[in-house]
C-alpha cells in the first residue's frame, strides 16, 4: 500500500465525467506520461467502480489516487456504501469530502464532520470542500466558509489537523471557464480568512501545515496567476483535468512559477 501523501497540491476529481475502466485507466496512463515524475504532488479521484484499474494504470508513478467521497457509516449493514478503510484497502491515500455536489444532494455539515473523522481514523487524507454559493457585496460569504469550516473540522484534534488539506470551491465558480472563476485578489482574502480561522481552531503551527487549495474552472490560463497571488498551495480541478494534457498543463505551468518564486504559495 502507497504511505499517506505527506501534501497533495493537484487533485482531479473526474467526478462523472468518464464512461468506463479502459477509458479511465487510458487518461490514468497519458497523465503519467505528460507529468514530469516527482516533479509535484498529483493525485487523481476516479469514480470508485474505476479505482482498481486506475491504481494498477499508475503503478509506481508516485501519482496518489484518491476517491471522490466515503461512507460516514462504519459498520457493516450499508448497502451501496462505501467505508474508509475499504478505500485505503484499495490503495487510496486522499478522499474529497463534504463537495458542495454532495452538499447539493442533502450532506449535511454533521454528515461531513463524521466522514472527516472516518477517513482519518483509516488513514486516509481528507481534502475538505467548503465555499459559499453565492456571493454578494456584503461580505456574508466569509460567515459561510467560517461556519462550514469550524463545523468540518469540529471532531479533528489538534494532533490531527495537519492531515487535513482544504479545498476552497465556491459555488458559482464551479464548472465554468477560466473567466469566470474568482480573482486572485478574491481569492487571496478567502485564502487568508480560512488560514486565520484555522490557526484560531488548531494554533498557528498546526494550521500553517494545512495547505489551503483552490477549486472553480481552473485552467493553464488562470492557475499560475490564482497560484502566485491568490495565496493557494494546488488547485482541485474537475472539467479539465480529464483531458491530460490541459491538467499535465495545469500542473507544469505552477511548477514553472514555483521554481521562480518559491517561497510565495508553499
Ligand atoms: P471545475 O470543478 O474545475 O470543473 O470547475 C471543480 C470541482 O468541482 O471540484
Redo the contacts with the bound molecule.
Sequence with gaps: MKSLPPRILFVA?WKMYLDSPLQAASLARELKRKLKKGAERVAVCPPHPFLFPVAAALGASGIHLGAQDVSAFADEKHTGEVSARMLRQTGVSLVIIG?S?RRSQGEGEEQVAIKIERALAAGLAPLVCLGEEERDQSGSHFAVIERQLRSAVSRVSKREAPRLAIAY?PVWA???SAEDALSPAELQEAVLFIRKTLATLFGRAAALKIPVLY????EAANAPELLTEGGVAGF?????STDAGAFARIVNACAAVRSSAPSRSR
Design positions: 476529481n463537495h455536489e470551491e464551479i464548472g465554468k477549486g472553480g474552472s481552473v482541485l480541478v474537475g472539467r479539465a
